[in-house]
């Protein structure tokens, strides 16, 4: 009896000694957020594990809780909910039921990921895509694109542009009651990547009439030429992204050669001959001062291996802060997300700051208490008071301005 007790005893220390990890002060409900931390951190080690034997790619494991939290298309009284293809992509979509004579809005959803992992039809993300049919009255198409490590850039913006333009047609339009004058692009963190860029390309595609009025950037990741920011130093051990998964994430959007990753790790897949793009990324000038000011600017340069062998890397489509500011110049109304506790937190705010110079109207809402990922801490038992109220607050804010 004693030593069973012994036993609980010291299983007991070990898992919360496992789960437990020092947060900043003012995160809220931290047992919620270490359970929800500690449940991906091991499926993480399990992904390292199974790789280091040769069993199976790290992201094959992590992909289990993208299956673990897949949820049925299924309709309520308010929304129509259906799964079927655009263009031969498979897309989730969100018909609200309310009759009215009027044309709808729209809002074309990109989930995130890392470009590796994700669905639209993950149980957080049908929750966000029915809330926001429902608040909007408006049709959502929630996009599957293709995914690494089987396929790298750009068959993941590609997939979701050929949707993009899909839809956007006269006559698709037409079939869904869908105003063409009222359409945003949404996405979180890789999806805020996505939609950024189909913001950019759309402008001077010429088949593209419906230009779109509003793009929705929540904690995206807009550059993948410096990963050493403010926020990449300070928030690399956070919860849900750590900085090493951030980096594994952008090397496998480009390939799966491990030497790419090793580089981006080290933040020297930059030569030095291509010095002018860091003026794009540019944190002393571009963040505020509170944000940059206890560190110092100083890119590092490497061999020039990696830009020869993987253009991507500096392509805009790729990295949107590598956009020049005439291409800005044009892109509709935006809302930003950042968390203070993100590695992505200065890419949100860089691009800000260089949309807002070239002449964009930005609305930014930033969160001092937040981390990466939020917006999918909605599951009970497990969810958040803030996520609910940064949603509510991004929704509201579409729905009066769309
Ligand atoms: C449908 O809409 C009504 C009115 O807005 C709301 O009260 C109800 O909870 C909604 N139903 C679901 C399943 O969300
Ligand atoms: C960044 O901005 C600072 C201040 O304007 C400037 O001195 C520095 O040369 C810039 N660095 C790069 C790489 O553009
Ligand atoms: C720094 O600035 C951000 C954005 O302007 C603000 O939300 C935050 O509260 C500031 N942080 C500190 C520590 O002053």
Known sequence: MASKLLCFGLLSVLLA????????DDIEEKWKVLVLDAAFRTLGHAGSFAELLGLKHYMDVLMLLTYAEYAEPTSDENVTVSDTTFNNIPVRLYIPKKSSD????????????????GSGTMMPYDLLSRKTAQTLNAVVVSIDYRLAPKF??????DDVYSVVKYFLNENILKKYSVDPRHIAVAGDSAGGNLAAAVAQKQLNDPEIKAKLKIQALIYPALQDIDLNTPSYQENGNMPILSLSLMVRFWSEYITTDKTLYEAMFSNTHIPREKADVFKYVNWSTLLPENLSKNYVYSPQYGNSEFIKKYPAILDSIA????????????????????????VLRDDG????????????????????????????????????????????KYLNWLNDHL
């Not at 000694?17 to 900043?24: A, F, N």
């Open 152 to 157: 790298h850039f750009p068959t993941q913006f």
């Open 349 to 392: 705010f860089m691009y800000v700051a260089r949309l807002r110079q070239a002449g964009v109207q930005v609305v930014h809402d930033h969160y001092d208490k937040a981390f990466h990922g939020m917006l999918l801490m909605t599951v009970k038992p497990l969810d958040l008071d803030l996520a609910e109220h940064m949603t509510e």
């Open 17 to 24: 000694y496992y789960i437990y990890k020092p947060l900043p």
């Open 319 to 342: 990295s949107p802060l590598l956009a020049e500011d005439q291409m800005l110049n044009g892109l509709p109304l935006t809302y930003v997300l950042t968390c203070m506790y993100d």
């Open 102 to 117: 009027r044309l709808k809005r729209a809002v074309l959803y990109i989930h995130g990921g890392g470009w590796c992992l």
